[in-house]
Structure formats: structure tokens, C-alpha cells
């Protein structure tokens, strides 16, 4: 089992960065794909970035490519999505995610942190 606990959310000016974090627990980290996931008000959950177990692999949504960076340390058991040049309707909840691989469907994500807020301001 993998207990996820994200950080490094809050309100940031329009073009400004952020680096959100996803601490896991457990000693099968490194095993696992992981995934960043983010809802707004009124929206359904939507993909934002994923990497592959060793990190040798990424997938983004398009909205995000070029802006945004998903990394990950499996010696620290964290996952990192640095976040640059952002918009507001970059403003979400921000969840991390386990999975078998990096994909953007979220239903193949067994394990979930609580989320993140972001906001961006205009």
C-alpha cells in the first residue's frame, strides 16, 4: 500500500511558478508509475502529467506541455511537478497518483493524496 501526501500548493500571480510535491510512503515507491491529476470547481478530474517508474518516460496534457515539468527522486520516495508560466485557469486542486504506468486515465491510478490547492491570480 502507498499513503500519498502532496505540498507546495497556494496563490500565485498569473506567469508566476510553483513546485508541488508528493511524498509516498512505503518502500514500493520506485515500483510505481505516478501521475498528476487536477480539478477545478465545477470540473471533472482532468490529467496533467505522468511518469514512468524510473522516470524514463513522461506523458503531459496538452494544456500544460512546455509549462510544466513532472520529475521524480525514488530515493526520497517524491514526486515533483514544477509548474511555470501559469494561467489562471491553471487553478485547481492539484492530486498526485500511483499507478501501474504513466498514463493519463485516471481510473488506473489505485492510490490518491488528499490534493493541493492552486490558485492563480489575474
Known amino acids: 500500500q502507498v499513503q500519498l501526501v502532496e505540498s507546495g500548493g497556494g496563490l500565485v500571480q498569473a506567469g508566476g511558478s510553483l513546485r508541488l510535491s508528493c511524498a509516498a510512503s512505503g518502500r514500493t515507491f520506485s515500483t510505481y508509475a505516478m501521475g498528476w491529476f487536477r480539478q477545478a470547481p465545477g470540473k471533472e478530474r482532468e490529467f496533467v502529467a505522468a511518469?514512468?517508474?524510473?522516470?524514463?518516460?513522461?506523458n503531459y496534457a496538452d494544456s500544460v506541455k512546455g509549462r510544466f515539468t513532472i520529475s521524480r527522486d525514488n530515493a526520497k520516495n517524491t514526486v515533483y511537478l514544477q509548474m511555470n508560466s501559469l494561467k489562471p485557469e491553471d487553478t485547481a486542486v492539484y492530486y498526485c497518483?500511483?499507478?501501474?504506468?504513466?498514463?493519463?486515465?485516471?481510473?488506473?491510478?489505485?492510490?490518491w493524496g488528499q490534493g493541493t490547492q492552486v490558485t492563480v491570480s489575474s
Open positions: 511518469i514512468s517508474w524510473n522516470g524514463g518516460s513522461t
Open positions: 497518483a500511483a499507478g501501474p504506468g504513466p498514463t493519463g486515465w485516471s481510473r488506473a491510478y489505485g492510490y
